[in-house]
């Protein structure tokens, strides 16, 4: 607890300032214990920062601990991965100004021009968005991986083939983990974290304000009424838009991709004949 600890963040890195007590720079390993409160005998433990992705702390620390580590990896297509965290961090967070579109924001990526993004996404969003096309370099973060705690360590899941097939792919893992995979034979598999477009930009903004001090089972049951009240759809405009923005950064991930198959042996087929839609489902 929390899901989440950012324990093994990079120094340089903002959002290590997540970490709710001293990282390992501070506590050293011994400090991971304490996001452990359940007695470790005959269980598994699990932890899920998305960041250390990106950080060379985690990579180092990691390849020193037990060999029975498993590094699962959720690789969601590049381009709608992006859109998705735009999304996100735009309408739920409010960490990008609303003047700040997504077609704009790509093509200055592609365009070379991180420099005028800034101004328009929160300081602790700057070592993200920004770079939003390298991270989307899966190939290249993934053979780091690979060279600090060995492939034999890694276990890859496309998050396309999660959302076609759920229980395939958990009980692969399950496999992998020895979890006794039944669990997910009668598993309803819920859909959580669905982003959504903002009606009221301000409301947004409130709700997360009071969000903190709202028990969770009654925040679960406010988040459906919120919903009907703040979801709009996009415009055409806005589809169409974000469609050509896609197609421009399936083109650039194109050769990443290739490379990403050949390295891991991965079947990406799931990426190329996903349709050409640009709702987000997180």
Known sequence: MPKEPFFLMDQSDPLIGNCPAPTVHEAGLGG?????????????????????????????VLSGMSSDLVIVFVLRKPSRRMLSAFLYAREELGKISPELDFTTYVNRLLDGNVQAIAPFVAADRRALLPHALEHGHYVEWLIRWRESVGDERLHLILFEAMIENPRREL?????????????????????????????????QHLGRLVAPAIPQVAKRQLRRWYVRIQERHPTSHETTAWTAALERLDAHFAPWNARLANEFGLDLDIWSNSPSRPEDKR
């Open 32 to 60: 991971y214990e304490a996001f452990f409160p359940e007695p470790r005998s005959g269980r598994l433990r699990f932890e899920a920062t998305t960041h250390y992705y990106r950080q060379a702390t985690a990579r180092a």
């Open 171 to 203: 009980c692969r893992l399950c496999s992998r983990l020895g979890i006794d995979e039944t669990f997910y034979d009668d598993y309803s598999f819920p859909h959580h974290n669905r982003t959504i477009l903002m009606k009221f930009r301000s409301l």
